[in-house]
């Protein structure tokens, strides 16, 4: 199974998981490094990921060449040099992969985040409070607030994607309506600011101008601009009830139970970079097989290492003179006569199976 064919049929074989590995690794490095959104809501470390995996791409096509030329001509030097090229990037793609993985894990659990989300929190908790002046809250709000402007804007697409998060969820808006906290910190500093609103990009949260309600938002048609009392005098703006709603559901009351959609957001995003990173590191496997099949090969004697097949033979016995009938055995595959005893035994001289013996002592006789 191990021969030296088979392995550098592997070697052929491996050829097409490379192709594959490169497509979707620089896909997904591609990704990482122009998805604004990915940087708005995990930071400047999902880009240097993005470039690491663009790093380790431009690397695949010269390893992959080197252990093509030393599997076709068995160069252990080119072998060794593959090797250690899959070896590097076996181990910085794992690293990738486990730093993808690990982003995508939330910082809170999914109860205790929907449970933040409504207007009145079923199990009221100190983690709320933690979980909404969070990092990743603060980018995920980002987040949303640019997709909201794109909408309300006119583009269909993030309209499509913002009520696709309102529906999917059965919530309406980003934060707990009727819930708006101040929070005059700036947003993490590793997290892209361009694009949003400019009081977005000074505080972390704006609130309007009664207290737990949210600033107005929107424009035209997708304006939230709600008054405290429709039957009080005068009319008071309070803003809007929801955090960037779209659709209706920002002309209803909330309820105790109505919620937010950052959870929904978070959940979606999260489980698509999880889903990135397994696909980055099952491609792990290409460059392991590629180590262990390139030291297997390199092990492996050369074919001009081999003893030939006319060496592999018993040596013909120089004194046997009937070399008609030892080319007949040599035909036929019977052994030939060979030394029994090494030359310069304290026994014998030469004892050869076709016992020469009697030839000798002809000759002492003479």
């Keep these: 199974m191990c021969s030296r064919k088979n392995l550098q049929l592997f070697f052929k ?48 096509p010269m390893s992959q060449f080197i252990g093509m030329n030393g599997s076709a001509n068995h160069n252990t030097f080119l072998l060794s040099t593959h090797a250690v090229f899959e070896t590097v990037l076996f181990s910085s793609q794992f690293i990738i992969a486990n730093e993808v993985i690990a982003t995508s894990q ?51 697409d993030y309209y499509s994607k913002i009520d696709g998060f309102q529906k999917n969820g059965d919530c309406c808006g980003f934060g707990p309506p009727l819930n708006c ?57 309070g803003g809007c009830k929801f955090e960037m709603p779209l659709g209706s559901c920002k002309d209803y009351d909330p ?3 109505t919620a937010g959609c950052a959870n929904v957001i978070e959940d979606t995003m999260n489980f698509t970079l999880l889903l990135e990173g397994a696909v980055i590191l099952f491609f792990c496997v290409v460059p392991a097989l590629s180590v262990l099949s390139s030291c297997c090969l390199c092990w492996k004697r050369k074919f001009t290492d081999v003893i030939p097949a006319h060496m592999e033979r ?25 030394f029994i005893r090494p030359i310069g035994s304290d026994l014998e001289m030469f004892d050869f199976q076709a016992n020469p013996k009697a030839d000798v002592d002809e000759e002492e006789g003479k």
Excluded at 33 to 49: F, M, Q, S
Excluded at 132 to 150: C, E, F, I, P
Aim: contains cysteine; aromatic residues 10%; hydrophobic residues 35%.
């Design 314 to 338: 018993d040596p013909p016995d120089p004194y046997y003179t009937d070399w008609e009938k030892q080319a007949k055995k040599r035909a036929a595959g019977e052994p030939l006569p060979v």
């Design 106 to 156: 939330p910082e809170f659990d999914a109860a205790t985040r929907l449970n933040c989300m409504r207007n009145t929190p079923a199990e009221p908790s100190d983690d709320c409070k933690t979980y909404l002046k969070s990092d990743r809250y603060a980018g995920l709000h980002l987040v949303w607030a640019y997709n909201y402007d794109t909408a309300t804007a006119g583009n269909s």
């Design 255 to 257: 309820e105790p139970g």
């Design 181 to 237: 906290a101040p929070d005059s910190r700036k947003p993490p500093e590793d997290r892209f600011l361009e694009q949003v609103q400019p009081e977005f990009k000074k505080k972390r949260q704006v609130c309007g101008n009664v207290d737990l309600w949210y600033p107005a938002s929107g424009s035209g048609s997708y304006t939230c601009s709600q008054v405290v009392d429709p039957n009080g005098v005068p009319l008071v703006v």
């Design 13 to 60: 074989f491996l050829l097409f998981f490379k192709c594959l590995a490169f497509v979707l690794l620089m896909a997904l490095g591609v990704i990482f490094v122009t998805d604004k959104d990915l940087e708005r809501a995990y930071g400047r470390r999902i880009v240097d990921n993005g470039g690491g995996l663009l790093t380790l791409v431009a690397l695949i």
